[in-house]
């Protein structure tokens, strides 16, 4: 059979590539920059414009405040008045007098009412051109008994949610309660109404030097709080259903304002409007706000927006709108300008996008597969493609053969031990420490004999699929497992990472060998194969730990009298295993430092090969 013909890829220098695209894309950039630099009255125009939003929008802030903060400084004066005894709480007439008064100075507040902690309310509230007093009972509504908790636990004024109004024709009320105190106890709450419908009228004078905007009060983004529209009050069509929230206000095409209705309208694409965010002023303190523009019945128009925090939990968004007929010519060649560079912007970035994917792709490739190699996963290495470009090509091919050797370095290096290892950050020349660890040692009961009628296939079979059982219920409790002895298995805990509860770790291990050898069992008795038995020996103690072995081969292990303990305590199985599938034997130390679990039983004192005096064991109790 005639050999393959070999393809011959030609490749290139990624020196030329990067350099070609690289001026390349500085030559469109230039030539983008000549062609379509921008005529700097354009930058100042929309500088201008963000300027003016800012101290308009800050004007629009600072007068709402003035017109609401004064309702927290008379309730926090009302507050301080309890909390000296000027005002007895116990007289219902001081009550009802100081805040008749306090509802004549503060003329937005639409009523005054004082919770007390038995949910009984006194109230003073306006009734067209007079002041009325009511005395009412609300110790039934679940909302007062919660929100009167909420006041309980607050220090300072809080603006609650909406509430509906009195009147089933005038929207909502805006609300701040403050907690009521006298040495520490807590006497009762004040709560001041402020209705959405003078809040309306206020903003209504801010009109005045918009020419043919609007200023209003969103109440998060779909709801309108404050708008000249709503100076008398907004009724529903549905204003006989209960309503809460938002609910109470009308949405943004309820009012009869196109422009309004349009702020959040999206572009024939589907996008949202792009905004611009304003630069803060000096010494302002939250959110300076954005603009952006839009367009209503062929006209365009500017809407300025800033979130306000400080009035409940749901955002307030004050803001305004004005025509933008004054700089839309303006406007009008930043857009054709813009548009123009975003097509040259755009082809330069599909040009670079298609030459950056060409030497992103085999340096991807390159990144994934040394990532899969740092976690010691070499079979899941993908072989990696050639590639046109020279470089790139030499390296997958280097790289190819590097993953071909480390996959069979896997199969001997413990993957977990070099895990810890990389995790302490430790070099290869690890000095060898003494450190306190706990060793488990395993053997299997008469293997000679249970191996000589398998083939050398089925006994490799059989020990993997054991060896593999014990590995994870090993690395299941972070132990590292050591070596294979045979048909024994060396494990330890302790090293090298620290593990102050190494005891533990090794006996619920121990737990889970004989758990799952004893369901392996099951099975194989249900097969007719001859059910396995295990011994296991188990202690803590001093070892020495760290690289042992001659130069260019050592193992990362432990020795020590420790070790040769706990591979005593496995052959002592042999005297006290009772008959048991498996055998558990650990030493009182290792038992004692575990906090002696109940499940395992006392043997007493045996004296151990090797060992001066006798070491009091004990014994996973069968079952």
Not at 110 to 118: E, G, K, Q, T, Y
Not at 179 to 190: I, T, V
Not at 420 to 446: N, Q
Not at 518 to 547: Q, Y
Request: glycine share 8%; charged share 20%; hydrophobic share 45%.
């Amino acid at each position: 059979m005639a050999e393959a013909k070999a393809v011959v890829r030609r490749t290139y220098s990624i020196t030329v590539t990067l350099a070609f695209a690289i001026g390349s894309l500085v030559a469109v950039g230039v030539l983008s920059v000549l062609f379509l630099g921008l005529q700097s009255a354009q930058k100042n125009t929309f500088d201008l414009v963000r300027e003016q939003a800012v101290l308009i929008l800050a004007s629009q802030g600072a007068l709402v405040e003035q017109n609401l903060q004064p309702v927290r400084i008379e309730l926090d004066f009302l507050a301080q008045l309890v909390a000296s005894g000027r005002l007895d709480l116990s007289n219902p007439q001081q009550i009802t007098d100081v805040m008749t008064g306090a509802l004549g100075g503060a003329q937005q507040v639409a009523a005054l009412s004082f919770v007390r902690p038995d949910l009984t309310v006194t109230s003073v509230a306006r009734d067209r051109d007079r002041i009325v007093t009511l005395e009412e009972d609300w110790s039934r509504i679940e909302d007062v008994r919660r929100g009167i908790e909420v006041i309980r636990q607050a220090r300072d004024p809080v603006w609650g949610e909406l509430v509906p109004s009195p009147s089933r024709a005038s929207g909502a009320f805006i609300n701040i309660r403050v907690p009521l105190r006298r040495s520490g106890e807590f006497l009762g709450a004040l709560v001041a109404l402020v209705s959405t419908s003078q809040l309306s009228r206020f903003v209504e004078r801010l009109d005045s030097g918009l020419a043919g905007g609007h200023a209003f009060i969103l109440y998060g983004r779909d709801h309108v709080l404050a708008h000249a529209a709503l100076r008398d009050g907004f009724r529903r069509a549905d204003s006989f259903r209960p309503a809460e929230g938002a609910d109470l206000l009308p949405t943004l095409n309820d009012i009869g304002d196109p422009v309004l209705a349009a702020i959040w309208q999206r572009d024939a694409r589907g996008r949202d409007p792009e905004r611009t965010p304003l630069p803060p002023r000096p010494g302002s303190q939250g959110s300076p706000g954005v603009l952006h523009f839009g367009t209503v019945n062929g006209a365009a128009y500017i809407y300025m927006l800033r979130e306000v925090t400080s009035f409940g939990s749901t955002p307030w968004l004050m803001g305004l709108y004005i025509p933008a007929t004054e700089i839309e010519d303006e406007i009008r060649r930043l857009v054709y300008a813009g548009v123009a560079g975003l097509g040259v912007l755009l082809v330069s970035l599909i040009a670079a996008v298609l030459l950056g994917r060409r030497i992103a792709r085999p340096i991807k490739r390159i990144a994934n597969a040394a990532r899969t190699m740092s976690e010691l996963r070499f079979k899941d290495v993908e072989h990696l493609p050639p590639s046109r470009i020279q470089e790139l090509n030499d390296q997958s091919t280097a790289f190819n053969g590097l993953v071909s050797g480390l996959r069979w370095f896997e199969n001997y290096v413990p993957r977990s031990l070099v895990h810890r290892l990389l995790g302490e950050g430790e070099a290869l020349d690890l000095p060898s420490e003494t450190r306190e660890v706990t060793v488990l040692f395993t053997d299997i009961v008469g293997f000679t004999s249970m191996s000589e009628p398998l083939s050398a296939a089925d006994l490799a079979t059989f020990i993997n699929e054991h060896f593999a059982l014990i590995n994870r219920c090993i690395e299941a409790e972070g132990g590292t497992l050591d070596k294979y002895i045979g048909d024994a298995v060396m494990a330890f805990w302790g090293a090298p990472g620290a593990q102050p509860d190494h005891p533990a770790r090794a006996l619920r291990a121990a737990r889970a060998i004989a758990a799952a050898v004893r369901a392996e069992n099951v099975a194989r008795t249900a097969r007719g194969d001859k059910a396995v038995r295990l011994r296991v020996g188990i202690h803590s103690g001093p070892a020495v730990v760290g690289n042992i072995g001659a130069p260019g081969r050592v193992n990362y292990t432990i020795v020590g009298d420790t070790v040769n303990v706990a591979q005593r305590l496995e052959q002592l199985g042999k005297e006290v295993d009772g008959g048991a599938d498996v055998c558990v034997v650990a030493s009182e130390t290792t038992v004692w430092a575990a906090q002696n679990p109940p499940d395992f039983e006392p043997l007493g004192a045996y004296q151990l090969r090797g060992r001066g005096q006798p070491l009091a064991v004990f014994r996973l109790r069968p079952t």
